[in-house]
């Protein structure tokens, strides 16, 4: 991961992403809250090119969503991957809307979707308000929810989450784009 996009995404989701010592931090003395703009990685500095961000609140927001990350992943030139890369950020997002954002409690609580792309991989990143870590089910087979992590699971070569702390987590995923 780029200082930028570390740094930047450290700040924006309270998640310590430690740059390389040899780095120096170009946003030392940028805002920790992130800007009311719907992208805050480019209103960071970040380029375009290799972050994208994206806030949620709501079922609603969902098919917003999806078709972001489409635009990303095609705009980066990763078009064999689209299906994949929308499926998982739809299942991680789903998930935060279903079992995070209520939880909260806050009508005006937001999530964030995060996806950095690096060398060999794109990660797609979740925050949401949930101390709750994620539990993947093992859903009988009529059942109609239940399968989101397991479908994570089996189009990512990793997934995890941070450790949850009384501001949230992160759920996080990595697709493999052998080449670019």
Request: hydrophobic share 45%.
């Amino acid at each position: 991961m780029t200082t930028h996009a570390a740094t930047a995404l450290s700040r924006a989701t309270g998640v310590q992403i430690p740059p390389s010592p040899a780095d120096k931090n170009p946003l030392e003395h940028a805002a920790l809250a992130p800007p009311a703009t719907p992208d805050w990685g480019l209103a960071l500095g970040i380029s375009a090119a290799g972050f994208a961000a994206r806030a949620f609140t709501e079922a609603s927001s969902l098919e917003n969503i999806r078709r972001f990350v489409r635009d990303t992943i095609s705009d980066w030139g990763l078009a064999l991957f689209v299906d994949d890369m929308t499926t998982v950020a739809g299942e991680l997002t789903a998930n935060a809307v279903r079992h995070a954002l209520p939880a909260c409690g806050e009508a005006d609580t937001k999530a964030w979707l995060g996806m950095v792309r690096t060398g060999g991989a794109v990660v797609c990143a979740v925050v949401d308000p949930s101390p709750a870590p994620p539990s993947r089910q093992e859903p009988g087979q009529l059942a109609e929810t239940g399968r989101g992590l397991l479908i994570v699971d089996a189009l990512t070569s990793q997934w995890g989450y941070s450790e949850p702390d009384l501001s949230g987590k992160t759920v996080w995923a990595r697709i493999a784009v052998p080449g670019s």
